[in-house]
């Protein structure tokens, strides 16, 4: 069973960083392309990062590019999101996911699979 | 950016009911992703590749469209489906998602 697993959120004042983590199991984490989306109170979803198998590619929007840094682990399965310079809208579930392939091993960016999620709030 | 425009924004239905949902999006987009996502939880995947069905979505789901127009139909409308539904597109960057529609039970 695929397992998405979120920590590290918590309250932390404007401009200051955090850095969540995902801890995945129930496949090979290392195979799969994986990102992190947000969803701010009440609101709709935002696509925050993702990161290619090997760690050697990542992408963002302009929301938070320069601000994020995702990084991964394959040897721990784990998942990062290094947040810094943070902003109140900023606030959001933070959730890890995961983009599926094809059969040739090319990604697909939507998401198949989806952690329970960590809440971020940021507040003076 | 796409920009992906769902409709309606709520919509109550009654059990038996069909339901239709529409996702448009600002620019041609290959296919339509969609999430369901209940109170409290965490999106599920549901539709990918416009019309087929995630693993467990019963059969009542159905996807279709291309272009700049997308929807996802419920034939018979259940209690347990509602929830909110999301639109989503990776035909360009960023991934965008659409704002939501919330189906209640009427």
């Known amino acids: 069973e695929v397992q998405l697993v979120e920590s590290g959120g918590g309250l932390v004042q404007p401009g200051r960083s955090l850095k969540l983590s995902c801890a995945a199991s129930g496949f090979t984490f290392s195979n799969y392309y994986m990102a992190w989306v947000r969803q701010a109170p009440k609101k709709g979803l935002e696509w925050v990062a993702t990161i290619s198998t090997s760690g050697s590619r990542t992408y963002y929007p302009d929301s938070v590019k320069g601000r994020f840094t995702i990084s991964r682990d394959n040897a721990k399965s784990s998942l990062y999101l290094q947040m810094n310079s943070l902003k109140s809208e900023d606030t959001a579930t933070y959730y890890c996911?995961?983009?599926?392939?094809?059969?040739?091993?090319?990604?697909?960016?939507?998401?198949?699979?989806w952690g329970q999620g960590v809440m971020v709030t940021v507040s003076s | 950016e796409i920009v992906l425009t769902q409709s309606p924004t709520t919509i109550a239905a009654s059990p038996g009911e069909k339901v239709t949902i529409t996702c448009r999006a600002s620019?041609?987009?290959?296919?339509m992703y969609w999430y369901q996502q209940k109170s409290g939880a965490s999106p599920k995947l549901w539709i990918y590749?416009?019309?087929k069905l995630a693993s467990g979505v019963p059969n009542r789901f159905s996807g279709s469209g291309s272009g700049t127009s997308y929807s996802l139909t419920i034939n018979t409308m259940e209690t347990e489906d509602a929830a909110t539904y999301y639109c989503?597109?990776?035909?360009?960057?960023?991934?965008?998602f659409g704002s939501g529609t919330k189906l209640e039970i009427k």
């Open positions: 996911a995961r983009h599926p392939h094809n059969y040739g091993g090319y990604p697909h960016y939507y998401f198949d699979y």
């Open positions: 620019s041609s987009v290959s296919y």
């Open positions: 989503q597109q990776w035909s360009s960057t960023p991934l965008t």
């Open positions: 590749d416009t019309s």
